[in-house]
C-alpha cells in the first residue's frame, strides 16, 4: 500500500509524521511511502535522512506583521500559492496513494487538499491544544482527525471524525527508570532541574538561567541543573557563565543542545520548558513536573492552550513570558525543591494524561479508514 504523508515547517509537524510512517511500517513492513513538503523547510533535511523519498511543493506562510521584508515575503508567498495547487495535484496523481496523512505545516494544506479533491482518503493529526486554521479547514472532509488533547475538540467544525490518540514520543523516551537516569547523570544528591527552549534556545530562558543557576549555587540549596542553550545561546550563554565565575561546577551540566534527552528527562524533577506538544507529550510519558513558558508568538498562541491542559491538571506551573522574572522562576523552583510531595504528585497528574496506547490508537484509526482489519 502506498501512504502520503504532508508535512514541515517546525519538528513540531515533522516528527509526528515520521513517527506515524514508522508505526505503520510496523504493520505493513513493504509500505511505500512519499513524503510532500517544503524545498527549504527543515523537512528537505530530516525526511531524508530517515530514508524517505520527498517532493517538493513551494509554500510559505502568510506573515501578519506589516513590515517592508514582510511585504515582500507576503508577495512571494502569494505566487507560491499560485502554483501549490497544480504541483500538490501532480504529486498525489503520480504516486497515487491509498491514504493522505497531514500532520502540519504550510506543505500539508494544498497537498491534503488536493488528495481529497481527487477521491484520495486523507487522516489529519493535530499536536495542538488549539488546531491551525490548515488543519481545522481540511478536517471538514478528513476521514478521520487524530488528536494530541482531548481539548481540541471543540475547535473543529461540527460533524468532524475525531480521535483522541495522544502524540507518538521518540523510542527510548520511557525505557529508563529515574534511578538509572540519576546514576548515569552523575550528579551529587538533590532536586535536578532540566531546562531547555528548543533547538534554536529561547532567549527568555537562556537570559535568566545564569542568574538562576548563581543564586542556587551561592545559596548551597543542593540543586543540580541541565540547561540546553540552543545555537542562538552558543555567543553568549557560556560566555556569560564565566563572567559569573560557575563556568565549571559539578552541580551543572550545558551545552548546545541535548543528546541524551531521554536520560535527561528520565533523571530531571523539574522541567523548564516552552510548551511545544512534542514537549509535553515527552513530559507526560515519563510523568514529570515542569514550569512551562509558552512562546508567545506560536501561531494561534497554541503553546499557551497546550500549556494550560497540563496547567488545569495540576501538572505544571504555566509562566507566561510576559510575566517572566527571575523571583519568580526562583519561588517557584524553591517551592518543588523544598516540597518534594507536591512535584511529586504535579508528575503523577502529568503521567496521568499519557496515553499508553498511542501508537495503537493510530494504526487502528488508519486501519479503520483503508478497511484492512
Same mark, same amino acid.
Given at each position: 500500500?502506498?501512504?502520503?504523508?504532508?508535512?514541515?515547517?517546525?519538528?513540531?509537524?515533522?516528527?509526528?509524521?515520521?513517527?506515524?510512517?514508522?508505526?505503520?511500517?510496523?504493520?505493513?513492513?513493504?509500505?511505500?511511502?512519499?513524503?510532500?513538503?517544503?524545498?527549504?523547510?527543515?523537512?528537505?533535511?530530516? %525526511?531524508?535522512?530517515?530514508?524517505?523519498?520527498?517532493?517538493?511543493?513551494?509554500?510559505?506562510?502568510? =506573515?501578519?506583521?506589516?513590515?517592508?521584508?514582510?511585504?515582500?515575503?507576503?508577495? $512571494?508567498?502569494?505566487?507560491?500559492?499560485?502554483?501549490?495547487?497544480?504541483?500538490?495535484?501532480?504529486?498525489?496523481?503520480?504516486?497515487?496513494?491509498?491514504?493522505?496523512?497531514?500532520?502540519?505545516?504550510?506543505?500539508?494544506?494544498?497537498?491534503?487538499?488536493?488528495?481529497?479533491?481527487?477521491?484520495?482518503?486523507? /487522516?489529519?493529526?493535530?499536536?495542538?491544544?488549539?488546531?491551525?486554521?490548515?488543519?481545522?479547514?481540511?478536517?471538514?472532509?478528513?476521514?478521520?482527525?487524530?488528536?494530541?488533547?482531548?481539548?481540541?475538540?471543540?475547535?473543529?467544525?461540527?460533524?468532524?471524525?475525531?480521535?483522541?490518540?495522544?502524540?507518538? /514520543?521518540?523510542?527510548?523516551?520511557?525505557?529508563?527508570?529515574?534511578?538509572?537516569?540519576?546514576?548515569?547523570?552523575?550528579?551529587?544528591?538533590?532536586?535536578?532541574?532540566?531546562?531547555?527552549?528548543?533547538?534554536?534556545?529561547?532567549?527568555?530562558?537562556?537570559?535568566?538561567?545564569?542568574? %538562576?543557576?548563581?543564586?542556587?549555587?551561592? !545559596?548551597?540549596? =543542593?540543586?543540580?541543573?541541565?540547561?540546553?542553550?540552543?545555537?542562538?545561546?552558543?555567543?553568549?550563554?557560556?560566555?556569560?557563565?564565566?563572567?559569573?565565575?560557575?563556568?565549571?561546577? $559539578?552541580?551543572?551540566?550545558?551545552?548546545?543542545?541535548?543528546?541524551?534527552?531521554?536520560?535527561?528527562?528520565?533523571?530531571?524533577?523539574?522541567?523548564?520548558?516552552?510548551?511545544?506538544?512534542?514537549?509535553?507529550?515527552?513530559?507526560?510519558?515519563?510523568?514529570?513536573?515542569?514550569?512551562?513558558?509558552?512562546?508567545?508568538?506560536?501561531?494561534?498562541?497554541? =503553546?499557551?492552550?497546550?500549556?494550560?491542559?497540563?496547567?488545569?491538571?495540576?501538572?505544571?506551573?504555566?509562566? !507566561? =513570558?510576559?510575566?517572566?522574572?527571575?523571583?519568580?522562576?526562583?519561588?517557584?523552583?524553591?517551592?518543588?525543591?523544598?516540597?518534594?510531595?507536591?512535584?511529586?504528585?504535579?508528575?503523577?497528574?502529568?503521567?496521568?494524561?499519557?496515553?499508553?496506547?498511542?501508537?495503537?490508537?493510530?494504526?487502528?484509526?488508519?486501519?479503520?479508514?483503508?478497511?484492512?482489519?
Amino acid at each position: 500500500m502506498k501512504f502520503l504523508i504532508a508535512c514541515g515547517g517546525t519538528g513540531g509537524h515533522i516528527n509526528p509524521g515520521l513517527a506515524i510512517a514508522g508505526i505503520i511500517k510496523q504493520h505493513l513492513p513493504d509500505a511505500e511511502f512519499l513524503f510532500a513538503g517544503t524545498p527549504d523547510g527543515m523537512e528537505a533535511e530530516l %525526511i531524508p535522512a530517515a530514508g524517505y523519498q520527498m517532493a517538493h511543493v513551494k509554500v510559505a506562510g502568510i =506573515q501578519r506583521s506589516v513590515s517592508p521584508r514582510n511585504l515582500i515575503r507576503n508577495a $512571494k508567498a502569494v505566487g507560491y500559492l499560485m502554483t501549490a495547487g497544480s504541483r500538490s495535484k501532480k504529486i498525489v496523481k503520480d504516486f497515487q496513494p491509498d491514504l493522505a496523512i497531514g500532520t502540519g505545516g504550510y506543505a500539508a494544506g494544498p497537498v491534503i487538499r488536493a488528495a481529497q479533491q481527487l477521491g484520495i482518503p486523507t /487522516v489529519v493529526h493535530e499536536q495542538n491544544a488549539y488546531p491551525g486554521v490548515t488543519n481545522k479547514l481540511l478536517a471538514k472532509k478528513a476521514a478521520a482527525v487524530m488528536m494530541t488533547f482531548e481539548a481540541a475538540k471543540q475547535y473543529f467544525p461540527e460533524g468532524t471524525k475525531t480521535f483522541l490518540t495522544g502524540l507518538p /514520543v521518540r523510542g527510548g523516551m520511557t525505557r529508563c527508570s529515574a534511578e538509572q537516569a540519576k546514576r548515569r547523570l552523575g550528579f551529587p544528591e538533590g532536586m535536578t532541574v532540566l531546562s531547555f527552549g528548543g533547538s534554536q534556545g529561547a532567549k527568555c530562558l537562556n537570559d535568566l538561567m545564569p542568574e %538562576i543557576m548563581e543564586w542556587h549555587l551561592s !545559596e548551597n540549596l =543542593q540543586i543540580n541543573h541541565i540547561h540546553a542553550y540552543g545555537k542562538f545561546g552558543r555567543d553568549t550563554f557560556p560566555q556569560e557563565l564565566k563572567a559569573r565565575g560557575i563556568a565549571e561546577n $559539578k552541580r551543572l551540566r550545558v551545552s548546545e543542545y541535548i543528546h541524551d534527552m531521554d536520560i535527561c528527562l528520565a533523571g530531571a524533577d523539574l522541567v523548564i520548558s516552552r510548551a511545544g506538544a512534542s514537549t509535553l507529550s515527552e513530559l507526560e510519558a515519563v510523568g514529570r513536573a515542569s514550569v512551562l513558558i509558552p512562546y508567545p508568538t506560536a501561531a494561534e498562541n497554541h =503553546q499557551y492552550h497546550n500549556a494550560m491542559v497540563l496547567g488545569k491538571a495540576g501538572a505544571a506551573i504555566v509562566i !507566561e =513570558q510576559k510575566d517572566l522574572t527571575a523571583d519568580r522562576l526562583k519561588e517557584a523552583i524553591r517551592d518543588l525543591s523544598e516540597h518534594p510531595a507536591k512535584r511529586a504528585a504535579m508528575g503523577q497528574r502529568a503521567g496521568a494524561l499519557f496515553a499508553q496506547d498511542t501508537d495503537e490508537r493510530i494504526w487502528n484509526i488508519i486501519a479503520d479508514v483503508l478497511n484492512i482489519r
